[in-house]
């Protein structure tokens, strides 16, 4: 499956519908350009699923998200439990 640019607009009427929400991009991260993820978490992506494996799909390696969002100028958040919001 090819992903392009509506990819981000998927994302975009995600959070115009659900603006509370958690909109994470998890399975298919690896068929994503560095580019089009970062498209993404301008549309309005806060949240990705880390490290090697997610389930039976495979996920970019660590190094690799780490390197992502430090050039976006993001970090990692700390885990919450269920119902929980950060503190701002």
Partial sequence: MKLTIASGSIVALARILMPASVVRLSAGRTGMSDELQALCFLAGANSIFVRDQLLTTGNPAGWKDQDLL?????????AQAR??????
Avoid: D, F, K, S
């Avoid at 430090?70 to 700390?78: E, I, N, Q, W, Y």
């Avoid at 119902?83 to 701002?88: P, T």
């Fill in 70 to 78: 430090a050039r976006l100028g993001m970090h990692v958040a700390p």
């Fill in 83 to 88: 119902g929980q919001v950060a503190a701002e």
